[in-house]
């Protein structure tokens, strides 16, 4: 039956899509406001259709268009002289906490607004001084593209494409390399402009224009939209190079002990671990210069249009598993997702996207750094689009990202893994069943709320249920992975991604925490750009009182029964190798 669903997932990603659909925009409005009127009936939701804190879509009272600076400035300026709530959204929305949500986010709320970014996106390429300055809607392909089309190329960027130059600066979002300025793009921004509330002598409004070594950059770096709006963007490019990738298939025995060794081997290095398989495939990513034979495209598999008719049967098939405890289900579903990416390389194509051979795959940096290609497709018809649309029943998960450093905590972390996974192998095949768990290197940082060490970034997404009281297969299990991750073994969350209960005590893991907060103090004094939902992250403390079933969400971190879902046989215990953490388990009896 796995196979029955998952070979033509295969077979969709190796046939042209005819007739995808594009992604949904995260700001739709009814009533006499539209798309891009005064705001009346606007919602704000991101690209997977719910929140981590919540599902409910964020009302606004008001949303902004602008085309131009001058456009920022207006609405900024409007918006500080009402002294209203502000936030800033692109036209993507994939950030998976609700930090684009203003105010309190209530539709009885004071009125609010919301800075869409969608239609403020100009790129220009300065190839002399071999940068490229992109306003904050700018999505990422295309400053690849100009840069490209210059002789030239962004160095680092996150591995999913469909992102604005503003977002993905602002949430610390980032490749894989410890080389060089390393992966993350925030470290290769050489000048950016914010737009920032100031009093009635300035107009409500002003500009304040950074470059490196000033005192505010490493403020407005990672900046989670606290400090104001990021206008534009200016980053340092190298001139035009290729890549070569391969992808190498090796048991997990001695993976905690050679990540390091493959990361300092390698300039853009990943490895992805599938515990329940003992398989760990490590990425040989290296440059290569302009003349090496090859015009290959990572458009990886994950991120392809997908027939939707392929999608929500795959879901369909993975919610049957959960409904009737089938974890051997769960384990064919991730034996065969491992067989079919190593059948396709991944999503690696040769020139002119054939289909994949055999490596090494060589192509120019623009086409083998990001993918996404679901992203890009044209709006004609309803047949395929990207996987987790929500508007159909297609895939639906949670996303953790944990990021280790030093090195060191990584590879105990591992082998706590390995020792949880060796209670239960079953048990981590769900995980498998999606990406495993991506491995990557990111190097450390001087933005204040970027990464203070050479830092281990570990990915993992998983199954969450379409009702959100309803427990998950294997989920005190993931539970603990998490709790290992980020307490016992103290790693930060990435800003964009992660459950609520991963933001506890995030504050005392930066360093130069006090430092962001004495800038957002300076720039943004009466806490305009200040949320409840931003508060929930940033805050870093757990919300009291614990709601009943508020962990089976990663709203809490259980510590009562009424916390998980007794009436469905999930108590709260203690974790099975972190004796410390507590998860929601499975029982057929509470006394158990």
């Known amino acids: 039956m796995v196979a029955t669903f998952l070979l033509p997932l295969l077979l969709s990603t190796l046939l042209p899509a005819a007739v995808p659909l594009p992604p949904r925009p995260p700001v739709r409005c009814g009533g006499s406001g539209g798309a891009g009127g005064d705001g009346a009936g606007c919602v704000l939701s991101n690209a997977y259709g719910a929140w981590s804190s919540d599902r409910a879509d964020c009302p606004v009272s008001a949303v902004a268009y602008p085309a131009s600076e001058a456009d920022v400035v207006a609405v900024v300026a409007d918006a500080s002289a009402k002294n209203m709530p502000v936030k800033v959204v692109s036209g993507f929305a994939h950030t998976i906490p609700k930090?684009?949500?203003?105010?309190?986010?209530?539709?009885?709320?004071?009125?609010?607004?919301?800075?869409?970014?969608?239609?403020?996106?100009?790129v220009a390429v300065d190839a002399a001084a071999r940068t490229v300055t992109a306003d904050a809607g700018a999505p990422l392909r295309a400053v690849i593209d100009a840069a490209e089309a210059s002789g030239l190329s962004l160095t680092a960027a996150p591995y999913w494409e469909g992102v604005s130059v503003g977002?993905?600066?602002?949430?610390?979002?980032?490749?894989?390399?410890?080389?060089?300025?390393?992966?993350?793009?925030?470290?290769?921004?050489?000048?950016?402009?914010?737009?920032?509330?100031?009093?009635?002598?300035?107009?409500?409004?002003k500009v304040v224009a950074l470059r490196r070594g000033d005192a505010l950059f490493n403020a407005a770096l990672v900046s989670l939209g606290l400090l104001g709006v990021i206008s534009k963007v200016t980053l340092a490019l190298e001139p035009r190079f290729k890549r070569s990738i391969s992808y190498e298939y090796r048991d997990d025995s001695t993976f905690q002990d050679d990540f390091a060794r493959h990361?300092?081997?390698?300039?853009?290095?990943?490895?992805?671990?599938?515990?329940?398989?003992?398989?760990?495939?490590?990425?040989?990513?290296?440059?290569?210069?302009?003349?090496?034979?090859?015009?290959?495209?990572?458009?990886?598999?994950?991120?392809?249009?997908?027939?939707?008719?392929?999608s929500s049967g795959i879901r369909a098939l993975e919610t049957a598993l959960e409904a009737s405890r089938n974890v051997k289900g769960k384990c064919k579903m991730a034996a065969a997702e491992i067989a079919a990416k190593?059948?396709?390389?991944?999503?690696?194509?040769?020139?002119?996207?054939?289909?994949?051979?055999?490596?090494?795959?060589?192509?120019?940096?623009?086409?083998?750094?990001?993918?996404?290609?679901?992203?890009?497709?044209?709006?004609?018809?309803?047949?395929?689009?990207?996987?987790?649309?929500?508007?159909?029943?297609?895939?639906?998960?949670?996303?953790?990202?944990?990021?280790?450093?030093?090195?060191?905590?990584?590879?105990?972390?591992?082998?706590?893994?390995?020792?949880?996974?060796?209670?239960?192998?079953?048990?981590?095949?769900?995980?498998?069943?999606?990406?495993?768990?991506?491995?990557?290197?990111?190097?450390?940082?001087?933005?204040?709320?970027?990464?203070?060490?050479?830092?281990?970034?570990?990915?993992?997404?998983?199954?969450?249920?379409?009702?959100?009281?309803?427990?998950?297969?294997?989920?005190?299990?993931?539970?603990?992975?998490?709790?290992?991750?980020?307490?016992?073994?103290?790693?930060?969350?990435?800003?964009?991604?992660?459950?609520l209960a991963a933001f506890r005590g995030v504050r005392g893991k930066y360093p130069s925490w006090d430092k962001f907060g004495a800038a957002k103090r300076q720039l943004d004094p009466r806490g305009l750009f200040d949320s409840r939902w931003s508060d929930e992250v940033v805050g870093g403390e757990e919300q009291l009182p614990k709601a009943d079933g508020c962990a089976l969400e990663g709203r809490c971190v259980c510590s009562e029964d009424r916390h998980c879902s007794p009436s469905k046989g999930y108590y709260c215990r203690p974790g099975l190798v972190y004796s410390e953490a507590r998860v929601c388990r499975y029982s057929v009896s509470q006394l158990v």
């Open 263 to 310: 990361a300092a081997n390698h300039e853009f290095a990943d490895i992805t671990w599938y515990p329940s398989q003992h398989k760990a495939v490590y990425r040989i990513d290296d440059r290569m210069p302009l003349n090496a034979t090859g015009d290959g495209v990572n458009d990886f598999i994950g991120f392809q249009s997908t027939l939707i008719a392929v």
């Open 99 to 122: 930090l684009a949500c203003p105010g309190n986010g209530s539709s009885g709320a004071a009125s609010s607004l919301l800075i869409s970014t969608a239609r403020y996106d100009g």
């Open 167 to 205: 977002g993905l600066v602002s949430t610390g979002s980032h490749g894989s390399s410890w080389w060089g300025r390393g992966g993350a793009v925030h470290d290769h921004v050489v000048a950016l402009r914010l737009v920032v509330p100031a009093g009635a002598a300035d107009g409500w409004a």
């Open 342 to 499: 190593r059948l396709v390389g991944n999503g690696l194509r040769g020139a002119g996207g054939r289909l994949f051979t055999g490596y090494p795959v060589v192509g120019f940096q623009g086409r083998m750094q990001t993918s996404g290609s679901c992203a890009r497709s044209p709006p004609t018809d309803t047949l395929s689009a990207c996987p987790w649309d929500p508007r159909y029943k297609g895939l639906f998960f949670y996303e953790s990202t944990a990021m280790f450093s030093p090195a060191a905590r990584f590879r105990d972390f591992v082998l706590d893994v390995k020792r949880l996974r060796d209670v239960d192998p079953d048990s981590m095949c769900g995980v498998d069943a999606y990406n495993g768990l991506l491995v990557r290197f990111v190097k450390a940082s001087e933005a204040y709320l970027g990464q203070p060490e050479d830092t281990v970034v570990v990915d993992f997404n998983y199954y969450r249920a379409s009702d959100g009281s309803s427990p998950r297969l294997s989920q005190d299990v993931w539970e603990e992975v998490e709790q290992l991750a980020f307490v016992k073994h103290g790693a930060r969350p990435h800003w964009a991604k992660n459950r």
